[in-house]
């Protein structure tokens, strides 16, 4: 698996916060997500991405860029643009997207216990 | 079950983006995340969240905000600043927090099919 949290630089930088409700069943969701993901990591100003669903199908992905503009083009490559319409023809039932500007950051991890 | 995506009014409003691993266990915070999400939705100035968590625990919460100023009254909350060092010392192993502006919506959803 790859790691759960990006490796975000200091901010500012943008955040594309995608939340969504999967309709049942697979209808090829699983393998075109991953394709995306493997295509959104080659993209330029690409920073990272964290994601997570529940068994509800309820699901929270948060990609990371380092501009407006560089988003702007991921938004117009035609795979992504056919993803899309994909999803809203079949896997979701309803999604919100939200383009924010992270302005200030914050982490923590736990010390190491052997 | 309340609502899983936030009614969140037209942009610009602030987001908080908390994504995190739990550690194994309860511990207490079950309870305490219900007592938080509660006592958040009392502030002043805030607007909604989205939470989701898949069975490796990884989380990502999302809470939405009217300005930056209402975050750091949140943030000063005394409870929540107890939670939050109870978060550090037994819940979660790593956690990202970013503040966040966001400045372009938009959403989906799906004609109801009966």
């Given amino acids: 698996m790859s790691p759960r ?3 975000t630089p200091k901010p500012p ?3 594309v916060i ?8 697979d209808n090829g969701y699983d393998a075109a997500a991953q394709a995306m993901a493997e295509l959104a990591a080659r ?5 990272g991405a964290e994601s997570t669903r529940d068994a509800a199908g309820f699901g929270i992905t948060v990609s990371y860029w380092d501009s407006e503009e ?8 035609l795979d992504h643009a056919a993803a899309r319409q994909q999803g809203r023809a079949q896997w979701y039932s ?3 997207l939200r383009v924010a500007k992270v302005e200030r950051a914050y982490n923590f991890a736990a010390p190491e216990t052997d």
Same sequence: chains 1, 2.
């Fill in 5 to 7: 949290f990006a490796s």
């Fill in 13 to 15: 930088y943008y955040a």
């Fill in 18 to 25: 995608f939340s969504a409700q999967r309709t049942g069943g």
């Fill in 43 to 47: 993209q330029p100003g690409y920073l």
């Fill in 70 to 77: 560089n988003i702007r083009n991921w938004k117009r490559n």
């Fill in 94 to 96: 309803h999604y919100e």
